[in-house]
């Protein structure tokens, strides 16, 4: 995808009173790397899990490359720090004509939380999916992920739906 669903630019919710200005969310660039580094390890620790190093490589490649279906987004605080990221990635699917779109990582440092930060990287994707035709946006989250969740659960629905899952050799 090399359109408008690269460029979207938004705004956060606005800023909290007495507050830090409202961060603007833009897609990810070569120059970002080591900041989205920091924060993709963020993630990682949260989840408790470690991505090998040449995965996470690859993962940036891929969504710098405009032939892949995967994008990201940063989202950047009024000292021009990245504080928050979200991924996604369009895929088919059997029950529509257009692709869906997983809404596959999203992360706010924990020092930059409760600002609405979340809620603009999540509606960033909306937007991204929309302009892309995708009839449905989805995501996954950890069953203990409680805090996310109250979030998620104002602007989505649960699908009613569990995912199982079998790692493969």
């Excluded at 993709?40 to 989840?47: D, T, V």
């Excluded at 990582?105 to 930060?117: I, K, Q, S, Y």
């Amino acid at each position: 995808m090399n359109g408008p669903e690269k460029l979207l630019v938004l705004e956060a919710a606005g800023p909290i009173e007495n507050g830090p200005p409202p961060s603007t969310i833009r897609p990810l660039a070569a120059i970002d790397y080591d900041s989205w580094l920091s924060l993709w390890l963020g993630y990682q620790a949260f989840y408790r899990v470690e991505i090998a190093d040449g995965v996470s490589r690859k993962t940036w490649n891929r969504l710098l490359d405009p032939v892949e279906p995967m994008f990201g987004a940063a989202s950047i605080d009024g000292a021009g720090r990245a504080i928050g990221l979200v991924h996604w990635i369009l895929h088919r699917s059997t029950w529509t004509e257009g692709d869906y779109c997983y809404l596959q990582d999203l992360f706010v440092a924990p020092w930059a939380r409760g600002r609405g930060v979340g809620r603009g990287l999540i509606e960033h994707v909306y937007q991204a999916a929309k302009a892309a035709g995708c009839p449905r946006v989805h995501w996954l989250t950890h069953e203990t992920n409680r805090v996310a969740m109250l979030l998620y659960d104002g602007i989505s629905e649960r699908s009613g739906f569990v995912q199982y899952r079998r790692l493969l050799d």
